[in-house]
């Protein structure tokens, strides 16, 4: 589903991402995680062109993320990734089922019934369809990132990318918005997650990439990873977790 092959970035004289090569399956859950500064978010961030590589390549769904193509029709090949933002970045000016049905029938065309009855089905599985008429700032952030994730899903992607979905938020509403990321992964969904969230990673993804300095330096099954893992760094890693 998605592909980076020989993907470089520089930020001036910074190499923020060296020479990664990795894969994400098809209905495959991937958690990236590592230090802070180790370029997790600018990965993920590449996957859809916040960010542009300076070299190699990268494909989504087949799709050339990087070629003249996609530049041609950005909005078209974005609106196929669903995103999911540390700081939710809903519109603080819409209700929560505004939010959700804007995208479906500004990009796509959707009709606004069918809009809004796709919305109130991801409102309910989000557990949220008693606020569709409230607005962000009437919502805790666990509820205003369930929203986020539910205005993402209506654009029907087959894949999501989740930059730090936990991590804006107070220890408590963590669990409501990792329960509906659960859920997603149960359903078969192609998910790319950056996050700090271990118990996360150990419960759900199916495999764990662990980076520093830019570069991928392990991959493993979960298990493997906080079990047994191989590289010095990430060994050093968990050992500091652990110590915390």
């Not at 997603?184 to 969230?197: F, S």
């Amino acid at each position: 589903m998605i592909s980076f092959v020989d993907v470089n970035k520089w930020y001036g004289d910074y190499h923020a991402l060296c020479d990664i090569n990795a894969e994400v399956a098809k209905g495959e859950v991937v958690v990236v995680c590592g230090p802070s500064g180790s370029g997790k978010s600018t990965l993920i961030r590449t996957v859809n062109r916040l960010e542009e590589i300076k070299s190699g390549k990268l494909t989504v769904d087949g799709a050339d993320i990087q070629g003249p193509r996609a530049a041609r029709d950005l909005n078209r090949m974005r609106s196929r990734i669903g995103f999911v933002f540390q700081s939710f970045n809903l519109f603080p000016h819409l209700s929560v089922l505004e939010n959700v049905t804007l995208s479906p029938m500004k990009v796509r065309g959707v009709k606004r019934e069918d809009a809004r009855a796709t919305a109130m089905r991801l409102l309910t599985r989000v557990g949220l369809a008693n606020k569709a008429g409230s607005f962000p700032a009437q919502l805790s952030g666990g509820q205003q990132q369930r929203v986020a994730i539910a205005r993402a899903l209506a654009m029907e992607p087959p894949a999501m990318l989740f930059d730090e979905p936990t991590s804006a938020l107070d220890p408590e509403m963590v669990g409501e918005v990792l329960s509906v990321m659960r859920g997603l992964a149960e359903d078969g969904m192609t998910m790319m997650c950056v996050t700090h969230e271990m118990g996360f990673a150990r419960e759900v993804a199916d495999r764990v990439w662990f980076m520093d300095a830019g570069r991928i330096l392990e991959v493993a099954d979960p298990e493997t990873f906080f079990s047994s893992p191989q590289h010095p760094r990430s060994q050093r890693f968990l050992s500091d977790l652990r110590a915390h």
